[in-house]
């Protein structure tokens, strides 16, 4: 290969491979984190999060509505039952 054929080749590589991440929605996209003031940590919410969530709104006979939409009571509910089942098996 030539000089030029290699550097075309190096950028026609780092643009594919930086497109499948931006198209295969990397890990980092759809989770982000939540302050939970009573017990002074974060949590990631992402899928497993989610999954945590949508237990406490059945166990709890609650219709479904996004995290940040409750009003802090419930957001404050939701994580004392959190932290109350951390070790939970999905």
Not at 16 to 32: I, K, T
Request: aromatic fraction near 16%; glycine fraction near 8%; charged fraction near 25%.
């Amino acid at each position: 290969m030539t000089r030029g054929h290699r550097y075309g080749f190096s950028i026609l590589l780092a643009v594919a491979l930086g497109s499948s991440v931006v198209f295969s929605g990397c890990a980092v996209r759809g989770s982000y984190r939540v302050y939970d003031p009573a017990y002074s940590d974060y949590h990631v919410w992402n899928s497993g999060e989610v999954g945590f969530y949508q237990n406490w709104e059945v166990e709890t006979h609650r219709e479904h509505r996004e995290f940040n939409k409750r009003n802090s009571d419930e957001q404050k509910e939701y994580w004392t039952w959190r932290h109350n089942h951390h070790d939970d098996k999905r």
